[in-house]
Protein backbone atom coordinates (compact mmCIF):
# COMPACT_ATOMS: atom_id res chain seq x y z
CA UNK A 1 0.00 0.00 0.00
CA UNK A 2 1.47 3.32 -0.93
CA UNK A 3 1.11 5.73 1.85
CA UNK A 4 0.27 9.13 1.78
CA UNK A 5 -0.47 12.23 3.78
CA UNK A 6 -0.88 15.54 3.53
CA UNK A 7 1.64 17.14 5.68
CA UNK A 8 4.74 17.41 3.33
CA UNK A 9 7.43 16.39 6.26
CA UNK A 10 5.54 13.64 7.22
CA UNK A 11 5.41 12.28 3.71
CA UNK A 12 9.19 12.71 3.13
CA UNK A 13 9.70 10.62 6.76
CA UNK A 14 7.16 8.57 5.63
CA UNK A 15 9.06 7.74 2.09
CA UNK A 16 12.31 7.35 3.77
CA UNK A 17 10.92 4.93 6.18
CA UNK A 18 9.73 3.07 3.18
CA UNK A 19 13.29 2.85 1.33
CA UNK A 20 14.83 1.28 4.77
CA UNK A 21 12.33 -1.14 4.46
CA UNK A 22 13.24 -2.05 0.94
CA UNK A 23 16.97 -2.45 1.91
CA UNK A 24 16.01 -4.46 4.72
CA UNK A 25 14.21 -6.70 2.29
CA UNK A 26 16.83 -6.67 -0.12
CA UNK A 27 19.72 -7.89 2.92
CA UNK A 28 17.30 -10.20 3.46
CA UNK A 29 16.97 -11.60 0.06
CA UNK A 30 20.65 -11.81 -0.62
CA UNK A 31 21.34 -12.92 3.12
CA UNK A 32 24.32 -10.15 3.49
CA UNK A 33 24.53 -6.34 5.24
CA UNK A 34 23.97 -3.98 2.95
CA UNK A 35 24.23 0.26 2.49
CA UNK A 36 21.73 0.72 4.30
CA UNK A 37 22.39 5.03 3.60
CA UNK A 38 19.34 7.17 3.37
CA UNK A 39 18.23 11.03 3.31
CA UNK A 40 16.32 11.92 6.07
CA UNK A 41 14.86 15.41 6.40
CA UNK A 42 15.81 17.23 9.86
CA UNK A 43 12.73 18.25 11.96
CA UNK A 44 11.21 18.58 15.74
CA UNK A 45 8.10 16.08 16.49
CA UNK A 46 6.06 18.88 16.88
CA UNK A 47 5.92 19.80 13.33
CA UNK A 48 4.65 16.31 12.54
CA UNK A 49 1.19 15.61 12.69
CA UNK A 50 1.29 11.28 11.90
CA UNK A 51 3.73 10.84 15.22
CA UNK A 52 1.87 8.12 16.40
CA UNK A 53 2.36 6.24 13.78
CA UNK A 54 5.91 7.25 12.63
CA UNK A 55 7.25 6.24 15.86
CA UNK A 56 5.64 2.90 15.24
CA UNK A 57 6.92 2.62 12.23
CA UNK A 58 10.19 3.17 13.21
CA UNK A 59 9.71 0.87 16.00
CA UNK A 60 9.41 -1.95 13.40
CA UNK A 61 12.06 -0.48 11.22
CA UNK A 62 14.66 -1.17 14.26
CA UNK A 63 13.50 -4.47 15.58
CA UNK A 64 13.52 -5.84 11.43
CA UNK A 65 17.05 -4.43 11.52
CA UNK A 66 17.88 -6.43 14.20
CA UNK A 67 16.33 -9.46 13.17
CA UNK A 68 18.46 -8.78 9.81
CA UNK A 69 21.66 -8.78 11.58
CA UNK A 70 20.49 -12.10 13.62
CA UNK A 71 19.84 -13.71 10.53
CA UNK A 72 22.73 -13.03 8.85
CA UNK A 73 25.19 -13.81 11.48
CA UNK A 74 22.94 -16.93 12.48
CA UNK A 75 22.56 -20.35 10.37
CA UNK A 76 19.19 -21.53 11.30
CA UNK A 77 17.73 -18.69 12.42
CA UNK A 78 14.26 -17.76 11.45
CA UNK A 79 13.12 -14.14 12.05
CA UNK A 80 9.71 -12.83 12.90
CA UNK A 81 9.24 -9.34 11.56
CA UNK A 82 7.20 -6.46 11.95
CA UNK A 83 4.74 -4.09 9.55
CA UNK A 84 2.43 -1.68 10.00
CA UNK A 85 -0.87 -2.03 9.37
CA UNK A 86 -3.52 0.58 9.14
CA UNK A 87 -7.33 -0.21 9.10
CA UNK A 88 -7.63 2.98 7.45
CA UNK A 89 -5.75 5.34 5.25
CA UNK A 90 -7.16 8.21 7.47
CA UNK A 91 -7.63 8.37 11.18
CA UNK A 92 -6.31 5.07 11.93
CA UNK A 93 -4.49 4.04 15.45
CA UNK A 94 -1.15 1.78 13.52
CA UNK A 95 -0.93 -1.62 15.01
CA UNK A 96 1.96 -4.14 14.77
CA UNK A 97 1.76 -6.95 12.65
CA UNK A 98 3.94 -10.27 13.04
CA UNK A 99 5.27 -11.80 9.86
CA UNK A 100 7.89 -14.93 9.02
CA UNK A 101 10.07 -14.11 6.80
CA UNK A 102 8.34 -15.22 3.76
CA UNK A 103 5.29 -13.05 3.90
CA UNK A 104 7.77 -10.04 4.62
CA UNK A 105 9.01 -10.60 1.27
CA UNK A 106 5.71 -10.34 -0.11
CA UNK A 107 3.96 -7.69 1.81
CA UNK A 108 4.43 -4.15 1.72
CA UNK A 109 5.59 -2.47 4.70
CA UNK A 110 2.26 -0.04 5.41
CA UNK A 111 -0.86 -2.55 4.91
CA UNK A 112 -4.32 -1.44 5.01
CA UNK A 113 -7.94 -4.08 5.69
CA UNK A 114 -7.55 -5.05 1.65
CA UNK A 115 -4.98 -7.28 2.31
CA UNK A 116 -6.43 -9.14 5.09
CA UNK A 117 -9.08 -11.85 5.02
CA UNK A 118 -11.76 -10.85 7.31
CA UNK A 119 -14.61 -13.09 8.01
CA UNK A 120 -18.06 -11.60 8.13
CA UNK A 121 -19.73 -12.66 11.12
CA UNK A 122 -23.82 -12.42 10.41
Do not use: W
Request: glycine share 0%; with cysteine.
Amino acid sequence: MKREVENQLDQKLIDAIVKFNSLLRESFIKKEKISLKIDVPKFEPKELTNYRELKTAIECLRHNYREMLRYIKLDNYTPLLKIVFLYEEENSFPVILNLDLQQYLESDFFVGKEILNIKKIM
